[in-house]
């Protein structure tokens, strides 16, 4: 219910407050920030340094460092950026504080949608809402007469024709990384199959006949990719779109302000979105919902924890937003839609809609079983069945481990 309010929220567009002159206050603390290093924290570490002495690290590996860093005493980083996928090791090591008594002197201009409440308390604060949602060249597909696909099974079809017409280097690009990223491929397409990751009791559930469907469907994709698809990360398929190599992808709805970057793009004004195929008839885009935001480490003083909120409120303020408003679906006063944002809305707002990514403990074992099994499947050195039933043996010696199972 969570998620379904703030992807709604990110689909309307906000009445605008006044917007501020740079920062409304000269910062004395020292506040450092980890954070993923896509356009939209770009835009938001840029307004916090406003406010002086900000030091940001952008890295699109933050989630495998955020855990160890906030252990620290005192943590490395005041500020970081997190999403509902990557909250959850920092809420089970309590490393974040509560923010409600930041929220009540600071935040006045959040919106509830903003805040995300555990167990009856804010831990964090939603910048914007994401997903991943088919991009697409509009002018390939204008030149073959094609379709927008809103099936996979008509997105291979597409990409067939694609492929004989020769008009780009590949039909396809995908995030299938191996690790997190081929993961949250699978992911998608699991839950697009109608999967379920694990059972009431925490025992694994993907040895199933959805996991298998969903391995067959992701292979059956890489036959239209660059075959160096494993080392495919959201830059990477960016920057394929950007060089005019691909025709489309199933990618974050953040990326699409990059492909009119014209410093940048090839591409500009010929990449569309599109609601998230769907994996099977009736069902749901195959896709998960995620927010993104900021939280603030427990492992430091009360002075510097206040400066990190109050810079952070001015990277999130409506000033911020009109300057970067196509850099995400934000959840920000001020924010208008864009015509890019269309298909993150379309894949939000689907009947039946897409779930959110599940933000417990034993998704993010499943999470990092997936990443560690799966390029088995991929290179060839496990059957689809193997590879599932390797996922199943990783994640019930970590959840043992956890204290999850028996």
Known sequence: MLMKKLALAGVIAMMGSTAMAACAFE?????K?????????????????????VQAELDQEFRTKQPAAFAADPSLYALGGVSNGTITPLLNEGTIRPLDDLV??????????????IDGQVMAVA?????????????????LGLE???????????????QEAGVVDYPLGATMKSGWNLAQDFNNMFVGFGGTFYNDD???????????????????????????????????VQQQFQQG???????????????????????????????????????????????????????????????????????LDSEMVSANNDDAIWLVEGYQPSAMASGAIATATAQPAPPSYPSTSQMGLMHTALGNELPAFFTGDATAEEAL??????????????????
């Open 27 to 31: 910062n004395e603390v020292e506040v």
């Open 33 to 53: 920030s980890l954070s993923a290093g896509f356009e939209a924290w770009k835009a938001v570490t840029d307004a916090m340094a406003e406010c002086g002495m």
């Open 104 to 117: 009540a002197k600071y935040g006045q201009n959040l919106t509830p949608n903003q805040l995300i409440q």
């Open 127 to 143: 910048m914007m809402v994401n997903t991943q949602h088919l991009m697409y060249r509009t002018d390939i597909f204008e030149d």
């Open 148 to 162: 927008v696909p809103k099936t996979y099974s008509e997105l291979l079809a597409v990409a067939a024709t694609i």
């Open 202 to 236: 925490s025992t694994p559930n993907v040895n199933t006949e959805a996991g298998r469907q969903a391995l067959v469907m992701m292979s059956g994709l890489t036959e239209f990719m660059d075959p160096e698809y494993l080392v495919s990360d959201s830059t990477y």
């Open 245 to 315: 190599k691909i025709a489309m992808a199933n990618l974050w709805a953040s990326r699409g302000g990059a492909m009119d970057d014209e410093a940048e793009s090839q591409v500009v004004g010929l990449v569309g979105s599109a609601a998230a195929p769907t994996a099977m008839d009736g069902g749901s885009p195959a896709t998960t919902l995620w927010w993104d935001g900021i939280v603030i480490a427990k492992n430091i003083d009360d002075a510097t924890a206040e400066a990190a909120f109050r810079v952070a409120m001015e990277g």
């Open 389 to 406: 039933a390797a996922v199943e043996e990783a994640y019930t010696a970590a959840a043992r481990e956890a204290g999850l199972l028996e």
